[in-house]
């Protein structure tokens, strides 16, 4: 017998996102489950943060001031909740939405999954914890839970889950387990599905992106789906915005998760209509033998302070400032482990305006001892004041220095998690780890197209031609590129290798960069290890998300054929 398709949605992709989102989708149209993702790498720290203050606490508290508001709808329209909002006390936030669901007399069988929490087995870490798979919500559904909270789980886990649950697919079903996932990669950061954030925003009427729709997915019992969005609502979803958020924070063709490893390279997009997107094709091959494992971890204290530079001789003003702060770094009783400078040429000349005629010379310092990055910096900076380059000033004093976050990730044993499906009756459903098992290897790299026929080109941005995204994964940054053409693909894959990328982003040209190949996306997935440092809570560059990378990539000019402009 044919099971009806499931139609999943999500209202969050992220701690802050949209509060009225959950409103939003559970009354724009038909849903069976609706999804939220709260955590990313820099959550998992901020609510480490929170539990030392308060032990009861450490989950996304704006989730339980969402359903207050929408618990009553969801169960009017019989629309399950499946979120990872309960951080790093799954247990807790369970309790709580009980409780909001007594106050409001609604009747909820809430349901939590545990087990990621590996925090004691990592003494130095303020928060450690193993990305689980989808078995645990899946078993949760299975019983009849309304709403499903969850700790670290995999993102794509949110939708997988839901999918084993409704559709009743054994553990080995692996390409509609990777289709399941594929489609939860793609809703699990919201908006950047239906227009956010995307590269060719301009091609489209500003007012349509304005308030853009929450996405969701029609998933099929054969692992097939279509991205789409409740009707009405704004943004769009074309092939464009899904194929970015395909390459959103991945790598290589494998794409690894507890319950099945996903191959990218099988991916195939079709646009069924205006706003669907079909996905289809994904095979899956069986999981690797171990969990990723988050490590948060305070690293120290960081303190920065900003000099303005405006008018002439920018460069002999850095210089001045640079060396006289070195010299009262130097002299003071505790030098910052590390001090960083960067001069950002924000000026122009002749400039209509002061700050259009003003640079930004950054200094950032860190130090495990918060007096080295504080008194040191602040003390060495406000001295400065009439003894320094002529209109010194800056955009504000240093304070006394903030903590700062480092994460890294280990793996264990997916037999080292003792993962616990804890039912709204109490009942605790141990979830087995996964039994067959295949270690992960690069997939080898596809044959490429023939390329363009030599013929004129003109100067330009590379970003005319090719859309990019870019994100962190630890101390990584990956940036994705595709085009929209056969032809565009057969020149990008020749010109933009992986010595062209680091020409461009100069800032990789010595780290290492791993380039990926996807054809039936017509995209080039670069890996570049280590510029973000030691994660996005060090703070380490500008940009310490790496959001924007791909959009500088965009901004660099190549030789273009005209055949393409």
């Known amino acids: 017998m044919t099971v009806a398709p499931l139609r999943i949605g999500n209202a969050s992709g992220f701690y802050g996102d949209r509060f009225d989102a959950m409103r939003e989708m559970l009354t724009g149209g038909p849903l069976d489950v609706l999804t939220g993702d709260y955590l990313a790498e820099l959550t998992m720290l901020i609510l480490g943060r929170d539990r030392l203050k308060n032990p009861s606490g450490g989950y996304a508290r704006t989730f339980l001031?969402?359903?207050?508001?929408?618990?009553?709808?969801?169960?009017?329209?019989?629309v399950r909740i499946v979120a990872n909002a309960g951080g790093l006390n799954p247990a807790g936030l369970a309790d709580a939405v009980r409780q909001l669901a007594d106050r409001l007399g609604i009747p909820v069988r809430v349901a939590h999954v545990e087990g990621d929490d590996l925090t004691a087995g990592h003494p130095r870490s303020l928060a450690a914890h193993a990305y689980l798979g989808g078995a645990g919500?899946?078993?949760c559904l299975r019983e009849g839970a309304d709403i499903v909270v969850t700790g670290r789980v995999t993102d794509a886990a949110l939708v997988t889950g839901p999918a084993v649950a409704h559709f009743g697919w054994a553990p080995d079903a692996y390409d509609?387990?990777?289709?399941?996932?594929?489609?939860?990669?793609?809703?699990?950061?919201?908006?950047?599905?239906?227009?956010?954030?995307?590269?060719?925003?301009?091609?489209?009427?500003?007012?349509?992106?304005?308030?853009?729709?929450?996405?969701?997915?029609?998933?099929?019992?054969?692992?097939?789906?279509?991205?789409?969005?409740?009707?009405?609502?704004?943004?769009?979803?074309?092939?464009?915005?899904?194929?970015?958020?395909?390459?959103?924070?991945?790598?290589?063709?494998?794409?690894?998760?507890?319950?099945?490893?996903a191959r990218l390279d099988s991916v195939r997009?079709?646009?069924?209509?205006?706003?669907?997107?079909?996905?289809?094709?994904?095979?899956?091959?069986?999981p690797p033998p171990t969990l990723k494992v988050g490590l948060n971890r305070l690293g120290g204290y960081r303190n920065e302070v900003a000099f303005v530079l405006t008018g002439l001789d920018i460069e002999a003003k850095a210089a001045l400032v640079r060396d006289q702060m070195e010299a009262a770094l130097d002299a003071a009783k505790s030098r910052p482990t590390e001090v960083r400078?960067?001069?950002?040429?924000?000026d122009h000349p002749d400039a209509p305006t002061e700050e259009t005629a003003s640079a930004l010379l950054r200094l950032v310092v860190r130090d495990p001892d918060q007096d080295a990055v504080g008194r040191t910096l602040s003390g060495a900076a406000i001295e400065l004041a009439l003894a320094s380059y002529p209109g010194f000033h800056v955009i504000a004093p240093p304070g006394k220095g903030s903590p700062y976050g480092v994460f890294e990730d280990v793996y264990v044993p997916q037999g080292?998690?003792?993962?616990?499906?804890?039912?709204?009756?109490?009942?605790?459903?141990?979830?087995?780890?996964?039994?067959?098992?295949?270690?992960?290897?690069?997939?080898?790299?596809?044959?490429?197209?023939?390329?363009?026929?030599?013929?004129?080109?003109?100067?330009?941005?590379l970003g005319v031609v090719a859309g990019a995204r870019s994100g962190d994964k630890g101390g990584n940054a990956n940036v994705g590129v595709w085009v929209r053409s056969d032809d565009a693909w057969r020149w990008l894959v020749h010109q933009l290798t992986d010595d062209r990328f680091q020409n461009l982003i100069t800032e990789s040209r010595h780290l290492k960069v791993v380039r990926h190949t996807l054809p039936n996306l017509r995209a080039l997935n670069f890996v570049v290890e280590g510029i973000l440092g030691e994660g996005v809570a060090a703070q380490h560059r500008f940009d310490p998300q790496a959001k924007a990378l791909g959009e500088w990539l965009r901004s660099r000019h190549l030789d273009i054929p005209e055949a393409l402009l």
Do not use: M
């Open 65 to 78: 001031g969402q359903l207050e508001e929408c618990l009553g709808l969801a169960h009017e329209r019989g």
């Open 176 to 261: 509609r387990l990777a289709g399941a996932v594929v489609a939860g990669h793609v809703l699990e950061c919201g908006t950047q599905a239906t227009g956010g954030n995307y590269a060719f925003f301009t091609d489209h009427d500003p007012a349509r992106l304005r308030h853009p729709g929450f996405p969701l997915a029609e998933l099929h019992e054969d692992g097939t789906s279509v991205i789409t969005k409740h009707d009405g609502t704004g943004g769009l979803v074309d092939l464009g915005t899904v194929t970015a958020q395909l390459l959103y924070e991945t790598s290589g063709a494998r794409y690894a998760g507890p319950d099945v490893t």
């Open 341 to 346: 400078w960067d001069l950002a040429r924000t």
């Open 269 to 286: 997009l079709t646009q069924e209509a205006p706003d669907r997107v079909r996905i289809s094709g994904v095979r899956g091959e069986a």
């Open 416 to 461: 080292a998690v003792e993962h616990v499906a804890v039912l709204h009756d109490g009942r605790r459903v141990p979830v087995a780890p996964a039994t067959d098992t295949l270690v992960l290897e690069p997939a080898l790299e596809p044959a490429l197209p023939e390329p363009l026929p030599p013929g004129p080109t003109r100067r330009a941005p």
């Open 137 to 139: 919500i899946a078993a």
